[in-house]
């Protein structure tokens, strides 16, 4: 299982913008499909918007669709998630997260590598 961290959540204003960031460690990262997912206080977790290896396939949420853009670098281990026009509704802890499978998947038990989360907080 690949180890992975987030950085770049922080406080904005709706409207506002931030871009998460995620490192990975493992060499399987290149294979992997990564995803995105968020749990805002007493939700479940939810998913957000994944990505294939190679980038070529890209799955979003309907409620962050048009406004959310997840992208990757495979020679940097990085993987990004864009976020715009920030909504209060989009306050949540943010995870990324790591599946050893070349098909996308959108359900959280499909996935078996997970970040500590970063949390985005959006004040209206």
């Known amino acids: 299982q690949a180890q992975l961290a987030e950085s770049g959540g922080g406080s904005v204003q709706a409207g506002g913008s931030l871009r998460l960031s995620c490192v990975a460690s493992?060499?399987?990262?290149?294979?992997?499909?990564m995803g995105w997912f968020r749990q805002a206080p007493g939700k479940e977790r939810e998913f957000v918007a994944t990505?294939?290896?190679?980038?070529?396939?890209?799955y979003y949420a309907d409620s962050v669709k048009g406004r959310f853009t997840i992208s990757r670098d495979n020679a940097k281990y990085m993987v990004y998630l864009q976020m715009n026009s920030l909504k209060f509704e989009d306050t949540a802890v943010y995870y990324c997260?790591?599946?050893?499978?070349?098909?996308?998947?959108?359900?959280?038990?499909?996935?078996?590598?997970w970040g500590q989360g970063t949390r985005v907080t959006v004040s209206s």
């Open positions: 493992g060499r399987t990262f290149s294979s992997s499909v």
């Open positions: 997260a790591g599946r050893q499978a070349w098909g996308i998947s959108t359900s959280v038990s499909d996935y078996d590598s």
């Open positions: 990505m294939n290896w190679n980038g070529a396939t890209t």
